[in-house]
């Protein structure tokens, strides 16, 4: 399981050797998935995704204005940097740090794979009546994984701390899941790539601790999808899953089922690549795209 509310079957299997970049793990044990799906989400083929076990057994930084991973061996490491040292446990496999949500304290799980800046787990909005007191406007789809997709309400809060990092206006997603990652009950949110990019990590593992490097990115507005809607990839184009109610993608009436094949006469998935237009849609207010379209046979 994880993001989603449904449950994928999964295989273990013994792998001789796998390498990234020049470090090497021998005789580990993987879990084997379809990630055909996570082709569509990401716009290009996913072969695998590697994490806790890579983390463990390393002094990982990841850099993201240079889009660089380090990895170092932990045996004599000792950080020589300027960044912010905050302290993390383990919830099972996902490394969880004590943050701040405009007043509201909570756990919050650090996750590089998600593409959101911040998104609530549902026991905490609820316990807090969240959506009676930021009275979201939008609800869509926020995110994909093993379980599907999964819906949110979105709203902008007003800050989010974790250590001495501050994040002003976050884009935030109130998530609605009963199972799945999100309906845990002893986790605030998830930290995704939205906040995380801010900062270049210094991820200390086998010590319990990460490092928070302010980049470049730091300062820059926390942009959310101006156009709301959710598109992955199709076989001809860029296939429109959701469209939120009262957003430019609405008044210009697209729908859910909708084929994207070209964007400014580019063609979808091969002159643009699904991450390209992304980008896109986070353009300034007044930014107009030409979209080229398949509805049914028209």
């Known amino acids: 399981g994880g993001v989603g509310e449904k449950s994928a079957d999964v295989a273990l ?10 470090a090497r793990l021998d005789n580990q044990t993987y879990a084997v998935l379809a990630l055909e799906s996570f082709g569509a989400i990401e716009g290009r ?14 002094v990982v930084t990841t850099n993201y204005e240079k889009s660089e991973i380090t990895l ?31 007043g509201l304290a909570g756990k919050f799980s650090l996750d590089t794979g998600s593409r959101a800046s911040l998104d609530l787990s549902s026991p905490f909005v609820a316990k807090n009546d969240l959506m009676k007191r ?29 250590g001495s990092v501050n994040v002003d ?25 939205g906040v995380l990019t801010n900062v270049n990590i210094v991820w ?27 598109v992955n990839l199709g076989t001809d184009g860029f296939e429109i899953v959701d469209v939120f109610a009262g957003t430019p993608a609405a008044q210009a009436g697209l729908k859910a089922g ?6 400014d006469g580019k063609k979808a998935g091969i002159e643009i690549s699904l991450p390209d237009f992304r980008l896109r849609l986070k353009e300034a207010v007044g ?11 028209q």
Do not use: C
């Not at 995110?143 to 974790?162: E, I, L, N, Q």
């Not at 086998?206 to 959310?224: G, S, T």
């Not at 930014?287 to 046979?297: F, I, N, Q, S």
């Open 134 to 162: 930021w009275a979201p406007k939008l609800h869509g789809v926020a995110g994909w994984g093993v379980g599907g997709p999964a819906r949110a309400a979105f709203v902008r809060a007003k800050m989010f701390s974790m």
């Open 258 to 263: 909708d084929k994207i094949t070209a964007v």
């Open 169 to 193: 206006a976050p884009a935030v997603g109130l998530r609605e899941e009963r199972k799945g990652s999100f309906s845990n009950i002893y986790i605030a949110g998830n930290v995704g790539a």
């Open 72 to 102: 170092a061996e932990p045996d004599g490491f000792k950080y020589q940097g300027a960044g912010t040292r905050v302290p993390f446990t383990f919830d099972d496999t996902n490394p969880v740090v004590e943050g701040v949500i405009d």
């Open 45 to 58: 083929p996913i072969t695998g995704i590697f994490g806790y076990e890579v983390f463990k057994r390393y």
């Open 287 to 297: 930014t107009k795209l030409k979209l080229d379209l398949v509805r049914g046979a």
């Open 204 to 230: 200390d593992s086998p010590r319990m601790q990460i490092f928070l490097e302010k980049n470049k990115n730091y300062a820059a507005p926390d942009v959310f999808d101006r156009a709301g809607m959710w």
């Open 13 to 22: 299997a013994k792998v001789a050797r796998m390498e990234v970049g020049g």
